[in-house]
Structures are given as structure tokens and as C-alpha cells.
């Protein structure tokens, strides 16, 4: 009887450690591919779900870009900031304001395109620089307002000073470049 105790505490050990040796060397590699292949079945689905929405907005994609490369300077550099210039002109006119300064400076950003960016000093009126501020934001040319400052010149704050910081694009490869 204690032969017969003795084999079955052997092939108890035995499936134990058989079963542990199974867990450890089969089943959980295969639980852990498992479960990979699930996360990057998950990523693919997201993936085509993205890339399907983006050839239905494809249309509307490659209007944009072309419309920025309308709308960006030109490729030259002094025609770039005559470009500018002439548009401050026009946005200062339409607001009556008077420039004491305007500051240039090219800055390249990522590859592909650079900006103009400018700094400007003006005195006006309340109305006259909002004007200037609303045409500089409406016009076709590709300019973003960075930052601006208001200051009161006089007492009862009729004039006012205005320090602002804004920047003009310019795609460097507009020519014959596609989406």
C-alpha cells in the first residue's frame, strides 16, 4: 500500500510540474502573442478607419492646399516684403493709423516653408486700430497675428500705441508640388 501511495505522490509531482512547465513554456507565450496580435489588430483598424476618413475628405484636403499656395508669398524675397509691405499699407489705411516702425525678419520654420515675420509699431484711435487689426485678419494674404500690445499715448486714452508681432507665409515648394 505504501508502494501504491508512494507512485501516486510521483505522478502527482510529475503533472505538476508537467503542468507548470506547460503554463510557463506554452500556454502563457501563447496568451502573450495573443494578446499582441489584438493590440496591433487594433491599431490597424484605427489606422484604416483614419486613412478612409482622410480619402473622403480628399477633395476638400487638396482645395485647401491649394488655396494656401494661392494665397502665400511670392518666392522671392524683396517681392515677398513688397508684398507685405503693401498689405501693412492697405490695413494701415483702412484703419487711419500712422507707423512709426515696421521690422522685417525671415525665420525658417520646418522644411518646406518660411515666414515673414513682422514687428510693428502704429498710433491711433480705438477704432483705427481695430480696423487695422480686422483687415490684417481678414485679408487673403497668409498672415497670422502672433501677439499684440495697447498702450494709451495721451491721458484720457484717445490715441493709442500699438506694438504687434504677426507673420506671413511663404510655401517654399508652392511650384508644382502636390498633395
Do not use: H
Not at 507565450?29 to 489584438?38: A, L
Not at 477633395?59 to 492646399?65: D, F, L, Q
Not at 513682422?118 to 480686422?134: K, V, Y
Request: aromatic fraction near 6%; charge should be negative.
Amino acid at each position: 500500500m505504501n508502494n501504491q501511495r508512494l507512485i501516486w505522490l510521483k505522478v502527482a509531482a510529475a503533472l505538476t510540474v508537467g503542468l507548470f512547465v506547460l503554463d510557463r513554456m506554452v500556454i502563457t507565450p501563447v496568451m502573450n502573442r495573443w494578446e499582441g496580435q489584438s493590440a496591433r489588430l487594433l491599431i490597424l483598424r484605427t489606422d484604416v478607419r483614419e486613412g478612409r476618413a482622410l480619402l473622403a475628405r480628399e477633395a476638400t484636403i487638396r482645395e485647401r492646399w491649394a488655396e494656401m499656395q494661392r494665397r502665400d508669398l511670392a518666392e522671392d524675397g524683396a517681392e515677398a516684403e513688397n508684398e507685405v509691405f503693401k498689405a501693412v499699407a492697405r490695413w494701415g489705411r483702412a484703419g487711419q493709423i500712422t507707423f512709426t516702425a515696421l521690422n522685417p525678419q525671415w525665420r525658417p520654420e520646418a522644411e518646406g516653408y518660411l515666414t515673414l515675420e513682422c514687428r510693428a509699431s502704429a498710433t491711433g484711435d480705438q477704432a483705427g486700430i481695430a480696423r487695422f487689426l480686422e483687415q490684417l485678419e481678414i485679408d487673403p494674404l497668409a498672415v497670422r497675428l502672433e501677439s499684440f500690445e495697447l498702450s494709451a499715448i495721451d491721458e484720457q486714452g484717445r490715441r493709442l500705441s500699438l506694438a504687434t508681432r504677426f507673420s506671413a507665409l511663404r510655401i517654399e515648394s508652392a511650384e508644382g508640388s502636390t498633395l
